[in-house]
């Protein structure tokens, strides 16, 4: 896939920390690049409703992360990564509702909040099986629609695997999304096991070992992952 790519589409893109200010423009960013994504549906049928929730959801995500993980934008905000280290790779309930998903129960219907706790339970079992040391945890990486295949998210993806592959460390990932885990399954991403959301709906754990792939690889292939 990689010599499918025009030369003048890969270009240097730089990577830095997002900032308070810059929660509401990346908020939206994942909301658009996660919209259709199996999960989000499971969570949301109703598109109207869904658009609602993905933004609770989303700038929990980038909260959480930025306080108690990482969370890195292209500079040009086209792209953004939301990443947990090893030390807090497991999601406090108590940390979460306050990085902002007591919105969620304003604003989401009983059938929604039932998802949400069915998948919290369905990814606790699925982590544990599938990966009993500290690891990384890629929460989300989403790049814009129009900009993609231009290399942003191969740096959003190596600002942390060069890392990772360096200490000798686990890369841990979930998705529902079968395009997304035939792409990480193509590029050192193993999965490991799976467990059942709904009888459409697989929740897929993989995990990618040190060094298993070349991140440039990894990343230009991956522009949208998610966990929730």
Not at 105 to 111: K, N, Q
Not at 124 to 139: G, I
Not at 142 to 160: C, E, M, P, Y
Request: glycine share 6%; net charge positive; charged share 20%.
């Amino acid at each position: 896939m990689d010599a499918l790519l025009p030369r003048h589409s890969v270009i240097v893109r730089q990577v830095a920390p997002v900032r308070a200010e810059q929660i509401p423009a990346l908020t939206d960013l994942l909301s658009r690049a996660f919209f259709h994504d199996p999960l989000m549906q499971y969570f949301e049928p109703e598109p109207g409703r869904r658009a609602a929730i993905s933004r609770i959801l989303y700038g929990t995500v980038l909260r959480y992360t930025m306080k108690y993980g990482r969370a890195d934008m292209s500079v040009d905000g086209n792209g953004v990564a939301c990443w947990l280290m090893p030390s807090h790779s497991k999601i406090a309930l108590s940390r979460i509702v306050r990085s902002g998903f007591w919105k969620m129960g304003i604003s989401a219907s009983l059938s929604t909040l039932a998802k949400f706790h069915a998948y919290e339970k369905a990814s606790n079992q699925l982590r544990a099986m599938v990966c009993d040391k500290p690891s990384w945890f890629l929460w989300a990486l989403g790049v814009d629609a129009g900009n993609r295949r231009q290399g942003i998210s191969k740096h959003l993806f190596r600002t942390v695997t060069d890392r990772t592959d360096r200490a000798g460390e686990p890369v841990y990932v979930e998705s529902a999304n079968p395009n997304t885990i035939a792409l990480l399954q193509h590029s050192g991403f193993s999965v490991v096991q799976k467990l059942a959301l709904s009888e459409q709906l697989v929740l897929h754990g993989l995990l990618r070992a040190p060094g298993s792939a070349t991140p440039a690889k990894v990343a230009r292939r991956v522009e949208a992952a998610s966990v929730i």
